[in-house]
């Protein structure tokens, strides 16, 4: 069993990169996204070389590199070139990533930088996720301070970008960063201390949460149970319908999922997912619980009629 796997996002100018630093800092294993989408692209690749013959050498740099101004302009204003290139390197950047996940120490916490993956769905692929927020005009403050962007290209740069709903839909922890860089490393630290560590020890033996220390803000109940679900969903290999009453109580997350007739939940899978077997619960079907120590649930998994 692999150790925990967690999505780390946020909007350009957030803050994200210094979380990701902090928590290399603290023991956490981090795997750069955007480290890794240059590197398949590196001179002497199969990528760079697929890169040139479906592009020309007009994106090759004198030195070798990928001109990726170049490359930039023809493939944003040409959806049809868009796929091609992503057709070319999500692949390479895909199993990179695995294999860079795969080689993490089960006794490390795996943490993924990952800047898209709010705008590619990809919550359920991690045990947690957090993302990083920072109000819009601090961020466009902070890119034409520290990186030099003109104000206008600041603000198309994040208009571009999820928005702000949309990353707290997907997120299981919301790091402010509107603060000073000493806030964010404090929230960062207690984070991994708190959330982070003692997660990553339930999951290693299979060990449910216990009741909750603190009663979770409005709309948390709904917002996490579709987090869990599509955890679940990406487990058992399909989708899970909400079944039955979801809702906060007994100090835990409450709530009952609906899989396919006939089908027997898969206990190995799921307590990989965080989601270990709950034993002597007297609620109908297959009980599991939650690794995650801030806000433990119990789910009930049922086959269709």
Known sequence: MSGLRVGLSGGIGSGKSSVAAQLRELGAVIVDA????????????????????RFGAAVRAPDGTLDRA??????????????????????????????????????????????????????????????????AEV???????HR??????ARARIRAQADDGARRAAADVLLDNDGSPADLEAATTQLYAARLLPFAANLR????????????????????????AARVARAVGEPCAASGTTGWSAGRLQLELRIGAGRSPDVRAL???????????????????NCDPLWPSRIGLVAAD
Do not use: W
């Not at 961020?139 to 301070?145: A, G, I, P």
């Not at 030099?148 to 290209?153: F, K, R, T, V």
């Open 271 to 289: 307590g990989a997912a965080g989601f270990p077997r709950c034993r002597n619960d007297a609620r109908p079907g297959v009980v599991f619980g």
């Open 34 to 53: 955007d480290r890794i989408a240059r590197e398949v692209v590196a001179p002497g690749t199969d990528g760079l070389a697929a890169v040139i013959d």
């Open 205 to 228: 033996t299979t060990t449910c949460a216990t009741q909750a220390r603190t009663v979770p803000p409005p709309g948390f109940a709904a917002a996490q149970a579709r987090r869990i």
């Open 70 to 135: 170049a490359l930039a302009g023809i493939v944003f204003a040409d959806p049809g070139a868009l796929r091609d290139l992503e057709a070319i390197t999500h692949p390479l950047i895909f199993a990179e990533t695995d294999r860079q996940l795969a080689a993490v120490p089960e006794d490390k916490i795996a943490v993924h930088d990952m800047p898209l993956l709010v705008e590619k769905q990809m919550s359920a692929a991690y045990h947690l996720v957090i993302v990083v927020l920072a109000d």
């Open 139 to 145: 961020r466009v403050r902070r890119l034409v301070e």
């Open 148 to 153: 030099g962007l003109a104000e206008a290209d």
